[in-house]
């Protein structure tokens, strides 16, 4: 068969050369060993933690070494594709930080290794796909789906490995050159199959996180064009990845089987494979052992998830990289004051055995987060959350700027700072006590203070209160009261002798912080008074009285 007559037939508008697309995206000009990285996600709508995992990797890899960190669409399968999901994704990954040098943009491309939508490469892929053919190395295919289910059907019951390969491949591989034409001719569709070679080989990749991995080298026919022209995700891979200068790609451990295929265009085009990093999948514990995160029962899988509970992408980047390197935890403890961007991340610590994700441990680290960040910041961070997610409160941290920074610095400066906020939503149950419009009491008073008992403490309290005491003279005023009212000033007294007190101070100052904050656990009763102003603190108590 004459296969630059098939290639033309094939291709007819393709005019340009292998080697003018080598020269259109030359080889990067970059420092010695600096790491070209991306991350390729399909624009579905949905977003997972899996994909910010990921470019977390790709991006400390790349930056880390002076490198280039790109963004690439991965939107060959049109029928996963979601009106709006670039913009989701792009926005998802600003929201959490990640920074991309290059790729992909809201209205079109930044860099000079584009096109990034993949849709929009099928010129260059066809460039490649001609030459293929015209090296008698891919080939059209007719079969229908009823012929590939019946070719399965026939290997299941022999036993043998599904898919298109030496035998049954035979059918397609030899059709003439006038058979493909009739066939075009009457508009029979066709995809391009790579042609494989039967081989009992072995083929060994080094993969970086994994080390060696072997595995039979590939002898299937796969597909690299579907029948709208559009190529598979191996196809794309390897003509993107090369092209795109990349050096390593870091992917799910989900692409390890399809390894032999990609290892194979490589080594067909001459090309230097990229340094793989399969990466483990994200796992959460339940009961005794792990399992995959699933879309369906996880809402944690998705990154909307963590938007939508207002975790902080500096939070999210610290508990990443806990499961990302081993030793991260033991570094931050070392560093308590430098800034994740300075661990210095490598791909040999990472973890192989699945990644467990646990709310948990993302809650303390939160609070962790949050409680090192100064209060400024936390007011600039939980302000921007609001604007999207919860208005009212958006409103009255605008309202009331100067009492909410002054609120988000209570119990901060005592030796042991308070950690009271996990989330930007939580911030909004926790802080609501500082605004009159969101005030609710929720706890009840002590039930070692009756009614009569409360309105008496509070009367006296309203009487003796002035609000430019400071917290020495303040509290020398409750300790009065208490005892005045016949409550021990130390628990450990009341609890020795329970018949000689109403109670003990602990329930006094529980009396006024469930006054004033509506929780028995709240922070330092005086320090929120004076956040709060002598007006709402009168009228909180005198409803008391
Ligand atoms: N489009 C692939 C995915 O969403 C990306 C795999 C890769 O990074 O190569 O899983």
Redesign the pocket.
Known sequence: MDYKALAQLLFPDVTATAEELESRFPKRNLPEGACVT?????PTGFVHLG?LY?AIIAERIAHQSNGVFYLRI?DTDNKREVDGAVETLINAMNYFGVQFDEGAVADGDNGNYGPYRQRQRKEIYHVFAKQLVERELAYPCFLTAEEIDAIREQQTANKENPGIYGKYAQKSRSLTLDEIKDNIAQGKEWVLRYAGTETDEYINVEDAIRGKLSMPRNNMDFVLLKSDGIPT?HFA?VVD?HLMRSTH????E??ISSLPMHYELFSTFGWETPIYCHTATLMKIEGTGKRKLSKRKDPELALSYYQQEGISPDAIWEFLLTLLNSNFEEWRIANPEKSYLEFPYTLEKMNISGALVDLNKLRDISKDVIGAMPAQKIFDSWLDWCKQYNEQFASLIEQYPERTLAALNVGRTAKKPRKDIETWKQACDFMSFYYDETFKVFDEMPQECDEETVKTFFTKYLASYNHEDDSNAWFEKVRAITEEMGFALRPKDYKNNPEQYKGSIVHTTNMLRIALTGHANAPDIWEVSHVLGEDIVRGRIVKYC
Do not use: C, K, L, T
């Open positions: 991306r991350i390729g996600p399909s994909n990921n991965e995700y891979h990845d790609v870091i992917r799910g989900e692409w």
